[in-house]
Nanobody, 124 residues
Framework: QVHVVESGGGLVQPGGSLRLSCAAS????????ILWYRRASGNDRELVAR???????NYTDSVKGRFTISRDDTRDTGYLLMNGLTPEDTAKYYC??????????????????WGQGTQVTVSS
């Protein structure tokens, strides 16, 4: 059974920092891509950052230069370091793991597993 658990959210003042963690079990973590999403109240879900199994990273424009996604495959854990937080970063943050698998007839497929989310609130 696959478990994905986010942690590290909380209340922080503008300009502050938080580090979110995404711990997984039940999968081959090193093969997976890690994606961080967020959903602010009343908004659609937004992909914030992703890191592939080989360490390639992508960020949405609004967080470039402030957020850093990383992974520690020895701990089966992914991270999202968030610096220079603003009230616009307030949202519930979710971790998703995309795990590849090979099917003989269909080729590469991806199973996606989600955590329950962790709330980040940026306010003075």
């Amino acid at each position: 059974q696959v478990h994905v658990v986010e942690s590290g959210g909380g209340l922080v003042q503008p300009g502050g920092s938080l580090r979110l963690s995404c711990a997984a079990s039940g999968i081959i973590f090193s093969d997976s891509s890690i994606l961080w999403y967020r959903r602010a109240s009343g908004n659609d879900r937004e992909l914030v950052a992703r890191i592939s199994g080989d360490g390639k990273t992508n960020y949405t424009d609004s967080v470039k230069g402030r957020f850093t996604i990383s992974r520690d495959d020895t701990r089966d854990t992914g991270y999202l370091l968030m610096n220079g937080l603003t009230p616009e970063d307030t949202a519930k943050y979710y971790c998703s793991l995309k795990v590849p698998r090979w099917e003989t007839l269909r080729g590469w497929r991806f199973d996606e597993y989600w955590g329950q989310g962790t709330q980040v609130t940026v306010s003075s």
